[in-house]
């Protein structure tokens, strides 16, 4: 069991989300599923049979997720940083994830359950590191005009002399 588990709030659509993550991410499954009983659905005002908690599996990072009620919403102050070593793998996600949200930019989207999203290529962090601060510059410059992130065009800022 992993120490820190991401622990998702939702209002009712706690097993819609979850078969969606899990259809757009490899080595992902559901591990446990807990429904409401009598007593619990009477206690929360939720119906009796309905999910109440789901443990998850995203590429083999453990999540839970609660159908818990209209309560508390999503936030972009929390998001999920997903590393892509390619620019397929960061189209596919993107594309998947941002259907029916909101493209935001610099790689973030909301998907359409409220949960934000950073689809980011794991060249990144080297090129924003670079002990050439104009290299850095260069890139976040470019990072900054673009919503889906492009690879090629962030290298291309970065070899730029």
């Known amino acids: 069991m992993q120490k820190i588990t991401p622990f998702l709030w939702f209002n009712d659509q706690a097993e819609e989300a979850v078969n969606f993550y899990i259809s757009i991410f490899k ?42 009620g209209p309560m508390f919403t999503f936030s972009p102050a929390i998001s999920f940083l997903v590393n892509c070593r390619t620019q397929e793998e960061l189209d596919e996600l993107w594309e998947k994830l941002s259907e029916g949200g909101e ?18 290529p794991t060249v990144l962090g080297e090129m924003m590191q670079d002990k050439d601060p104009k290299k850095a510059e260069r890139v976040m410059k470019a990072l900054l005009q673009m919503r889906k992130l492009d690879i090629q065009v962030l290298k291309q800022a970065y070899e730029q002399e």
């Open 103 to 120: 493209i935001q930019q610099c790689g973030w989207l909301t998907d359409k359950y409220g949960v934000s999203w950073q689809i980011v």
């Open 27 to 68: 080595n992902s499954k559901i591990v446990n599923l807990a429904r409401y009983d009598e007593a619990g659905a009477k206690a929360a005002g939720r119906p009796k049979g309905m999910v109440m908690t789901m443990t998850f599996q995203l590429d083999g990072q453990e999540f839970m997720a609660l159908n818990g």
